[in-house]
């Protein structure tokens, strides 16, 4: 049974995006309906895991102390609604430090790969930046954009290139969920009516 892992960007996907940097708690606002569209994915039974470039810290515009009052709040937020995340990794560096772990760089989901001892092949991650999509779907995942944060863009035009083809657009984080849980729902009930197909093979009814 694959683990049931769901990636998520922070900024724009899961958080109100912002042009400057998201560098306070207070400045840490979850779009409508985010922190229950986690939830939800939670009570299906999926660990959420959030990825987030953040240049702000190689730049010290903000530092761990602010980072980690931001994640309280969202843990806080997400503990009132059901919601839980299992953990965030982020990129601290600035572009030209050239690390390996800054989005589209597949390093962050290396270290998930890592952390969970599994292959990404076919974890969903859902991001607002082509960069988001990019660095997942070299990690092995099932890219996903969202129209919110800086996905906006895309609302009124096709994707640019770049974008990996199988990119699943939705409007935001709670309408992937909806589409989702559903597509799981009809696999499950395939795999059970299959199930029952062999079981029948094996027992024929009256032997
Ligand atoms: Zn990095």
């Given amino acids: ?17 912002s042009d400057e940097f998201v560098k306070s708690p207070e400045e840490w606002r979850p ?28 730049r010290g515009l903000l530092d761990m102390v602010q980072i980690n009052a931001m994640h309280a709040k969202m843990h806080k937020m997400l503990a009132a609604v059901g919601g839980r995340v299992e953990a965030i990794f982020l990129c601290p560096h600035t572009p030209e430090e ?5 989005m589209p760089a ?3 989901f290396e270290q998930i790969a890592e952390r969970w001892g599994i292959s990404l092949a076919g974890v969903p991650v ?15 995942c099932e890219p996903h954009l969202v129209l919110t944060g800086l996905g906006a863009q895309w609302r009124d035009q096709p994707l640019a290139v770049g974008f990996p083809p199988e990119t699943q657009v939705h409007q935001d984080l709670p309408a992937f969920v909806d589409d989702f ?7 499950i009930k395939q795999s059970k009516v299959a199930k029952d ?9 009256g032997a």
């Avoid at 991001?127 to 988001?132: K, V």
């Avoid at 197909?197 to 009814?205: F, Q």
């Fill in 1 to 17: 049974m694959p683990i049931k892992l769901v990636i998520l960007d922070r900024d724009g996907t899961i958080n109100e995006a």
């Fill in 181 to 187: 849980l559903a597509k799981q729902a009809v696999q």
């Fill in 197 to 205: 197909a062999l079981k029948a093979k094996a027992a024929p009814a």
């Fill in 106 to 108: 597949p390093g962050l």
């Fill in 98 to 102: 050239a690390c390996a772990c800054r």
């Fill in 126 to 140: 859902l991001g607002d930046q082509l960069c988001d999509v990019q660095a997942g779907s070299v990690a092995g």
């Fill in 31 to 58: 779009l409508p309906g985010a922190l229950e569209a986690i939830a939800r994915l939670n009570h299906a039974g999926y660990q959420v895991v959030v990825v987030s470039n953040q240049a702000g810290l190689g």
